[in-house]
Nanobody
Framework: QVQLVESGGGLVQPGGSLRLSCAAS????????MAWYRQAPGKPRELVAG???????NYADSVKGRFTISRDNARITAYLQMSSLKPEDTAVYYC??????????WGQGTQVTVSS
């Protein structure tokens, strides 16, 4: 059974930083594309950042220059480094990954709260 497990969320003050991790477990030996989404209360889930198997990245305009997505293929893990956090970044952040079976999987989500 495949699982994506996010970690690294928490409470941070405006201007602070957090690093989220998404680790794949189960019968997983590699991951194709990976992405981070977020969903704030009362809002639809939105794409934050994505990274292909070749390392090409893309970002939502709202996070460009502040967030960095990366991956460690040996650890089958993706990361989202978030800096200069703003209150509007508050949301549940979800990992989304395509595995070699070409199916997309979701993690359970991790809460990020930016507040003073």
């Amino acid at each position: 059974q495949v699982q994506l497990v996010e970690s690294g969320g928490g409470l941070v003050q405006p201007g602070g930083s957090l690093r989220l991790s998404c680790a794949a477990s189960g019968s997983v030996r590699s991951i194709n594309a990976m992405a981070w989404y977020r969903q704030a209360p009362g809002k639809p889930r939105e794409l934050v950042a994505g990274i292909t198997s070749g390392g090409t990245t893309n970002y939502a305009d709202s996070v460009k220059g502040r967030f960095t997505i990366s991956r460690d293929n040996a650890r089958i893990t993706a990361y989202l480094q978030m800096s200069s956090l703003k209150p509007e970044d508050t949301a549940v952040y979800y990992c989304h990954a395509m595995l070699p079976d070409l199916k997309w999987y979701w993690g359970q989500g991790t809460q990020v709260t930016v507040s003073s």
